[in-house]
T-cell receptor, first 116, second 116 residues
Framework: GAVVSQHPSWVICKSGTSVKIECRSL??????MFWYRQFPKQSLMLMAT?????????EQGVEKDKFLINHASLTLSTLTVTSAHPEDSSFYIC????????????FGPGTRLLVL | AQTVTQSQPEMSVQEAETVTLSCTYD???????LFWYKQPPSRQMILVIR??????QNATENRFSVNFQKAAKSFSLKISDSQRGDTAMYFC?????????????FGQGTILTVHP
C-alpha cells in the first residue's frame, strides 16, 4: 500500500514552453502533497505544500507564477513549470501524506526535466 | 527553525559488515517523529525506518536499527550485515509540527557505498 506515482518520469522540452507533472496517490487519499526539487547528489529542497481544494503554500524563494501547483482532488496534484528555461532543469519529486495525523510521507519516483 | 545535520557526506563499507550513519537535529518540540529515507540510484525515495520521540525503545526494521538519544538530539542509523542493495544516499528527516504539519526538513544526505 501507500503507492505514489508520477508522470512523466522524464521530459525534454524547449525553452519557453510549459511542462505539467502529475502526482497521484494510487491506493490512498492524500489531503496534503508536497513538491520537492533535487539536484544531483544533493538533498531534497521543498518547493511547496499542496492541500486539496486550497491554494498551495510556497517556500521562500520559489516563484509561484513559474511553478503552478493545483491539487484538484484527493488523489492528484499537478506541478506546471511555466515558460521553462534551462535553469529549471532538475529532478522533481512529489510526496503525499495519507490523511490527517499521519506523519509518514510516501514519495513518487520523480520526474527528470531537461530544458533545452 | 528546525535543522537536521548529517556530517558524513560519503561512507563506504564491505559487504556483511556494519555501518552507522549519524544525524543530529535541533528542535524545541517534545513529541515528534524522526525518519531515515534511502534513495538508491533509481532515485526513488524509500522509507527505511521511523522513530517516535516519546518511545524510549529504539526502532528496528530487520537489519536496520536506530540509536535515538533524545537529550543529545541524535538519531543515528545502524545497518547490519550490509548488502550491495544498501548502496544509496541516505537522508535523515524531521517533520515540522503545528501549522507546518507534515513538512519534512532533510539532512544533507550521506552517500553509502557497499563494496563486495
Amino acid at each position: 500500500g501507500a503507492v505514489v506515482s508520477q508522470h512523466p518520469s522524464w521530459v525534454i522540452c524547449k525553452s519557453g514552453t510549459s511542462v505539467k507533472i502529475e502526482c497521484r496517490s494510487l491506493d490512498f487519499q492524500a489531503t496534503t502533497m508536497f513538491w520537492y526539487r533535487q539536484f544531483p547528489k544533493q538533498s531534497l529542497m521543498l518547493m511547496a505544500t499542496s492541500n486539496e481544494g486550497s491554494k498551495a503554500t510556497y517556500e521562500q524563494g520559489v516563484e509561484k507564477d513559474k511553478f503552478l501547483i493545483n491539487h484538484a482532488s484527493l488523489t492528484l496534484s499537478t506541478l506546471t513549470v511555466t515558460s521553462a528555461h534551462p535553469e529549471d532543469s532538475s529532478f522533481y519529486i512529489c510526496s503525499a501524506l495519507p490523511g490527517l495525523n499521519q506523519e509518514t510521507q510516501y514519495f513518487g519516483p520523480g520526474t527528470r526535466l531537461l530544458v533545452l | 527553525a528546525q535543522t537536521v545535520t548529517q556530517s558524513q557526506p560519503e561512507m563506504s563499507v564491505q559487504e556483511a559488515e556494519t555501518v552507522t550513519l549519524s544525524c543530529t537535529y535541533d528542535t524545541s518540540e517534545n513529541n515528534y517523529y524522526l525518519f531515515w529515507y534511502k534513495q538508491p540510484p533509481s532515485r526513488q525515495m524509500i522509507l527505511v525506518i521511523r522513530q517516535e520521540a516519546y518511545k524510549q525503545q529504539n526502532a528496528t526494521e530487520n537489519r536496520f536499527s536506530v540509536n535515538f538519544q533524545k537529550a543529545a538530539k541524535s538519531f543515528s542509523l545502524k545497518i547490519s550485515d550490509s548488502q550491495r542493495g544498501d548502496t544509496a544516499m541516505y537522508f535523515c528527516a524531521f517533520p515540522a509540527g503545528g501549522t507546518s504539519y507534515g513538512k519534512l526538513t532533510f539532512g544533507q544526505g550521506t552517500i553509502l557505498t557497499v563494496h563486495p
